[in-house]
C-alpha cells in the first residue's frame, strides 16, 4: 500500500476469523497463535494501473518485496516510504540480475539475514557447519574403517556361510530407513540409559574441563554415528566385494598366483587397489550429502547440524537460509570430488596429478 492509502479499510482472514483493520500504522498485530491466509482490500496504487485484490497469503509467502510476518506482526513494504524491503533484495530487478547480485554478495561472505530467525545467515550456517562435520566425518571413519576391510574379507570367502549372512545382513540394512533405524535405537536407549537421548553436549560436561567436554561430545555422538553407518556399511561394503570379485578373476592376478607369491600379497598389493578405486569417486558424493543425508537423524536425536537448520529453513520458507544451504551443498560437492582425486592419485600409481 502507498502511504496516501494507510487510512483504507483491509479484511485480514485468520485462524481466528477475519478481521477489518484500517492501515493507520505499517505494523498490523496478530493475536498470538494465529496464522494469516488471505488479505483483501485495496492493492497498491500505481499510475495508470487499475487498483486489484490483493494475492493470497500462500502465493505471497515467498515474496518478501510484499510483506515480511516477523514475530507475528504483518509489516506492509508498500507502507513505507522508499519500499525498503524491495530495495534490500533487488525485487524490481529480473531474475538473472537478482541472481548475479546474491552471488556476488555471497562471495563476500554476505548470505543476507534469517527471516525466521532474524539473525545474519553467515553466523547461523557458521555455528551449525561444524556440528555437522562432526557428525560427517565421524560416520565416514566408522563406515569406511568396516565397510572396506569387511568387502574384502567377504570377497575371498565368497559363498561362505559368513559370506551369505552378510549378505542377507546387508540386504535388511540397505532397504532400512533411517529415521526409522534412529526412532529404534532412540527406543534402545532410553530403555537401557546407556547413551544419552538428545542434544550434543550436557550441561555439566559443557561447565566441566575440555578433556570431560571431549568425552561427553563423544558420548552423545555414537547414537546419531551408529544409526548413519549402519546403512552406509551395508551398502559400501557390498560394492567393495563386487569390486574386488572382479578384480580377482582378472589374468594378472592369476599371473600373480602362478608366479608364487603369497596370498596375502596378491590380495592387499595387487588386487585392493584396483578395487579400491571406484570406492574412492563415490566419497565426493558422500560428503555432498552430509547436509541431506544426517537431516531427519539431526532432528530425531537433537543434534544442532545444518541438516536440521535447513528444515526449519524449508518449513518456514526462510529464502535467504535455503540458498545459502544449497551454496554449501555444492561446496561440499566440489570439495569431496577433489579431495577424491586427490587420494586416487595416492592411491593407484598409475593417475598422475597434472596442472
Known amino acids: ?128 557447519l561444524g556440528n555437522t562435520v562432526i557428525l560427517g566425518v565421524a560416520t565416514l571413519l566408522v563406515t569406511w574403517l568396516v565397510a572396506i576391510p569387511l568387502g574384502i574379507y567377504l570377497s575371498v570367502r ?38 544419552p537421548i538428545g542434544e550434543m553436549s550436557s550441561v555439566k560436561a559443557a561447565q566441566a574441563s575440555f578433556p570431560v567436554y571431549v568425552l561427553d561430545v563423544l558420548h552423545h555422538l555414537i547414537l546419531p554415528t551408529l544409526t548413519l553407518s549402519l546403512i552406509s556399511i551395508a551398502s559400501l561394503q557390498r560394492r567393495m566385494r563386487a569390486n574386488m570379485l572382479d578384480v580377482l578373476g582378472e589374468e594378472y592376478i592369476k599371473t600373480a598366483r602362478a608366479k608364487g607369491l603369497s596370498e596375502r600379497k596378491v590380495i592387499y598389493k595387487h588386487a585392493v587397489r584396483n578395487g579400491i578405486n571406484p570406492i574412492i569417486t563415490l566419497l565426493g558424493f558422500e560428503i555432498a550429502g552430509l547436509i541431506s543425508g544426517a537431516a531427519f537423524v539431526e532432528i530425531i536425536f537433537s543434534w544442532p547440524g545444518l541438516g536440521n537448520l535447513m528444515l526449519q529453513a524449508l518449513l518456514g520458507t526462510d529464502l535467504n537460509l535455503v540458498m545459502a544451504g544449497l551454496m554449501i551443498s555444492t561446496i561440499m560437492l566440489l570439495l569431496g570430488n577433489l579431495l577424491a582425486d586427490l587420494l586416487l592419485a595416492f592411491a593407484d600409481p598409475r593417475i598422475k596429478l597434472e596442472a
Open 1 to 128: 500500500f502507498s502511504p496516501a492509502d494507510l487510512d483504507k479499510e483491509v479484511t485480514l482472514e485468520t485462524s481466528a476469523g477475519p478481521q477489518n483493520v484500517v492501515l493507520k500504522t505499517t505494523q498490523v498485530p496478530l493475536p498470538e497463535g494465529t496464522s494469516l491466509s488471505k488479505v483483501s482490500g485495496k492493492a497498491p496504487a500505481e499510475p495508470g494501473v487499475a487498483p486489484k485484490a490483493a494475492d493470497t497469503f500462500t502465493e505471497m509467502k515467498l515474496d518478501p518485496s510484499t510483506f515480511a510476518v516477523v514475530n507475528g506482526k504483518f509489516y506492509f513494504d508498500q507502507a513505507v516510504v522508499g519500499q525498503p524491503l524491495k530495495i534490500e533484495y533487488s525485487t524490481p530487478n529480473p531474475f538473472h540480475v537478482r541472481y548475479l547480485t546474491w552471488i556476488a554478495k555471497f562471495v563476500q561472505g554476505d548470505m543476507g539475514e534469517s527471516y525466521a530467525f532474524k539473525s545474519p545467515v553467515a553466523s547461523l550456517i557458521l555455528s551449525r
Open 158 to 195: 565368497q559363498y561362505s556361510v559368513v559370506d551369505q549372512i552378510s549378505s542377507a545382513v546387508s540386504y535388511f540394512f540397505m532397504g532400512f530407513p533411517d529415521f526409522f533405524l534412529a526412532i529404534l535405537l532412540l527406543l534402545v536407549a532410553a530403555k537401557t540409559g546407556w547413551f
